[in-house]
């Protein structure tokens, strides 16, 4: 799952002076060898259409282990980072277990927040992940989380209204513009609602004009060329044109409730949003066959939407190390993996899963599995998440404020070389 990433970003770079709190940081003592007993407290993140069954899940876990007591504690995504920070910082009132957004897990370890989890019981069967996954769990060569959901962003759109409308599905943002006034003109919906409140959201534009954020390689600064300058001034003319509407805050309730309601024909979103997708009167019921899901449009020079997903991790100073790490097992594992597929087409992380015949069969896996597996991957950097602010105040800043797409990027590139110091 992944929203509301500028709510987040907007303290993430505060803390990385922070020193680290907890045992566990060099591994010597990883808890293998204690028993499975004792409380442990769990921190989920997950969305108002997921959460009721990982609370079901989690839960479950003490049926397995009778001596266990789970702690269930849902944790508002836009506010989990910081919280996070905040109780590991004071080491005082962390959970054992967090759910962790994918670009969190390097700063958190940076940071020795976490338990390293290598040749402890959590990471059960390694080569069953999906690379691009475990790609992100891992930090200064030891491993820091265990995936338990994969993702990217896709175009959910309206069968009715695109239907009515008489255009076929856009594959690129060029097309979407071109067919708007038909869809405006015939159904009387807009085309498009644009996250301008979420700089995640701006990726696929990005990437869709050829570009990326930074290289890490080279260490070098990127987002302020010409592909970043071309991926604002696609949004802008998207919202000037009318093909699209946006919102300075609140994108994600704003945005599925004017796609639940057919006030708008299409929305870019991710997989963590089809329950809530199917709560709207368009597609439930006798209309649950009316929601479409396709790939995110493409710019100018490519088609390519980011990597996201989420990883259980450990915190470094629990108390319970034996027990919170089977419990990162346990909710990672092929069977509950199964389940979220089934209950919430989320996408899952084990490879051994995707050969499930229920799971293989879900019209969403259909299409995001092969999305996840060409999905770009982002820097897995300790100030990976401290970039989003910047990007968030520049597509404010266009869309709202006035600006030129062009000192947009200019004003974000420069915001980056102060967070990469060794950076170009």
């Known amino acids: 799952m992944r929203r509301g990433i500028g709510a987040t970003a907007l303290v993430a770079g505060l803390a990385l002076a922070a020193t680290a ?9 990883n808890g293998a060898n204690g028993k499975i007993e004792g409380t442990v407290t769990y921190w989920d993140t997950s969305n108002d259409g997921e959460k009721g069954t990982y609370k079901k899940i989690a839960e479950d876990f ?91 962003l896709g175009l959910f759109y309206n069968k009715r209204l695109l239907k009515k409308a008489g255009v076929k599905v856009p594959t690129s943002f060029a097309d979407l513009k071109k067919n708007a006034k038909k869809i405006k003109d015939k159904t009387g919906a807009t085309a498009l609602y644009l996250r301008g409140d979420d700089p995640y959201w701006f990726l696929p534009y990005l990437y869709g004009e050829g570009g990326d954020l930074i290289d890490a390689k080279r260490k070098k600064v990127t987002v302020d060329q010409k592909p970043g300058v071309r991926a604002l001034a696609t949004m802008k003319d998207l919202v000037d044109s009318k093909a ?55 710019g100018s020079k490519a088609q390519g939407s980011p990597q996201g997903g989420w990883n259980l991790s450990v915190y470094a100073g629990t108390k319970n190390m034996r027990a919170a790490q089977e419990f990162a097992k346990y909710m990672t594992s092929a069977q509950v993996q199964a389940r979220t597929t089934e209950e919430l087409s989320l996408l899952p992380t084990r490879k051994s899963v995707y050969e499930r015949p229920a799971v293989r069969g879900n019209e969403m896996v259909k299409f995001f599995r092969p999305a996840v597996s060409k999905a770009v991957q982002r820097p897995w950097i300790a100030e990976g998440n401290s970039l989003f602010e910047p990007i968030r105040v520049g597509v404010d800043g266009v869309l709202a404020g006035g600006k030129s797409p062009k000192e947009a990027a200019a004003k974000t590139g420069a915001e980056f070389r102060k967070l990469l110091k060794d950076y170009k």
């Open 62 to 152: 003490e049926k397995k282990h009778p001596k266990v007591n789970v702690k269930y504690v849902h944790v508002n995504f836009g506010d989990a980072n910081q919280k996070f920070k905040n109780a590991a910082g004071g080491n005082s009132g962390a959970p054992d277990v967090m759910r962790t957004e994918v670009a969190w897990v390097a700063d958190f370890a940076n940071l020795g927040y976490l338990a390293p989890l290598d040749g402890t019981p959590a990471l059960d069967k390694e080569s069953d992940y999906l690379e691009t996954a475990a790609g992100s769990t891992r930090f200064k060569g030891k491993t820091y989380a265990v995936p338990q959901v994969t993702d990217t």
């Open 244 to 298: 699209a509407v946006t919102d300075s805050s609140d994108g994600q309730e704003n945005g599925i409730k004017a796609f639940q309601e057919g006030k708008v024909a299409m929305i870019v979103d991710g997989p963590w949003d089809i329950a809530l997708a199917r709560e709207g009167k368009e597609f439930k019921g006798a209309n649950k066959d009316n929601l479409g899901v396709a790939p995110v449009p493409a």
């Open 21 to 29: 709190c907890g045992g566990g940081s060099d591994g010597a003592d």
